[in-house]
């Protein structure tokens, strides 16, 4: 784990038996169960645990996500998922990710969050705590331009 101030928030794991297709590779779906498990650890990280975020009055929907993939993630390989705030909107925020073995990248994309009110009132400005837990931007797919 990384600590409050830093840039990323490193996530390990090994896939597990049932997450390995009949390719011999990590199936694509469970590709975004580790990032949710990756964007957990990261606002744990930041000092804001999802936890804690309906009482502050908000939470997030997943707006858009993409993925590309270079190489396939195989049983028993040690995987690191890497996240880091690449854009802070008025209402919405983009953290990307990138799925490392071996020091080699071998998927990278990025998930488009939307802050919305827990009272139901639809989306809102991203709450100061949030800003702050999101840090400063910086994009760790390479060619990404913030929007």
């Known amino acids: 784990m990384t600590t409050q101030n830093a840039v990323v928030s490193v996530y390990s794991f090994i896939p597990r038996f ?3 297709d009949g390719q011999g590779v990590m199936f694509n ?3 975004l169960s580790h990032v949710d498990e990756a964007v957990d650890a990261f606002f744990i ?3 804001l645990p999802y936890a804690q975020w309906h009482d502050l009055g908000f939470d997030v929907h997943v707006v858009h996500v993409d993925l590309d993939f270079a190489a396939g993630v195989r049983r028993h ?3 690191e998922v890497l996240v880091s705030t690449s854009r802070i909107g008025g ?3 983009t953290l990307d990710f ?3 073995r071996d ?3 071998v ?3 990025g998930i488009v969050y939307a802050t919305v009110s827990t009272l139901g009132h639809g989306t809102i400005a991203l709450p100061d705590p949030l800003v702050k837990a999101l840090g400063e931007e910086n994009s760790l797919r390479a060619g990404h331009q913030h929007v």
């Open 29 to 31: 779906m469970w590709y």
């Open 107 to 109: 998927c990278t994309g």
């Open 91 to 93: 209402k919405s925020f």
């Open 77 to 79: 390989e040690r995987i």
């Open 103 to 105: 020091g080699e990248t």
């Open 45 to 47: 990280d930041r000092g």
């Open 18 to 20: 049932h997450e390995i």
């Open 98 to 100: 990138a799925f490392r």
